[in-house]
């Protein structure tokens, strides 16, 4: 058994006040807990109002990863030790977020966002967009990024998804194993690749040997495991 807490995106989803939350029930494969999409259809099926037509216009996002509208499907579960998991909800449609809202956020009744006043676009305002658009844009980091986004927007999860399911993996070598290291060209390998993702390799060498010999010279597994560790993903 697991909570899933269903945020829905657009609302007050960082106080957790209005999230809904539903048990449910996980199965285990391979050593590998998962669970049915149909649970979360079921969770969101109100005959009559919200049926799968509806469910199929909702996005449900879990660890940055659209999950496929299909009952037969299933989702890896990575549980931490508190067995919650967090779900976004996205709805582009109005019609369907009142749905939402009134039949299964029902607290956000209360709560709906209000409308803003229109600004102003006075001269100032203009000059003052102006200067943060063309400060933006010269970042090389967010001109590349957008670029992946408008030619490239499946890389987003395929990124997304890599670094989600690295693991990580603590094992200590001998002096015997480090002087029979062979490994050492998948080594300057995952080297040059972690040098050109800025990432600091000083001090991290024993760490990448460790994780080579650990995965028998595998580059990707051992590359996932570092940046897991690394950045604390």
């Known amino acids: 058994m697991f909570t899933t807490i269903f945020k829905l995106v657009g609302y007050d989803i960082a106080s957790g006040i209005h999230d809904y939350k539903v048990t449910m029930d996980d199965k285990a494969e391979n050593n590998i807990r998962y669970m049915d999409m149909k649970n979360i259809i079921d969770s969101f099926t109100v005959p009559g109002v919200i049926e799968m037509d509806t469910i199929k216009d909702i996005r449900f996002i879990y660890r940055g990863t659209t999950l496929s509208i299909d009952s037969s499907s299933k989702i890896e579960l990575r549980l ?114 972690l040098k050109k993702l800025n990432v600091n390799i000083e001090g991290i060498e024993d760490e990448v040997k460790n994780l080579l010999c650990h995965f028998k010279g595998h580059i990707n597994l051992t590359l996932r495991s570092l940046l897991v560790a690394v950045y604390d993903l």
């Open 80 to 193: 931490p030790e508190c067995e919650t998991i967090v779900i976004h909800v996205f709805a582009s449609s109005m019609e369907i977020r009142e749905k939402l809202v009134n039949n299964i956020f029902i607290t956000l009744k209360s709560f709906l966002p209000k409308k803003e006043e229109p600004i102003v676009m006075t001269d100032s305002i203009i000059n003052s967009m102006n200067t943060n658009i063309v400060t933006l844009f010269s970042d090389t980091d967010f001109v590349n990024l957008l670029r992946i986004i408008l030619n490239k927007p499946h890389l987003l999860n395929i990124a997304s998804s890599y670094i989600q399911h690295g693991n990580v993996v603590e094992i200590k070598i001998s002096d015997s194993d480090e002087i029979t290291f062979t490994f050492m060209e998948q080594y300057n390998t995952v080297m040059d690749i």
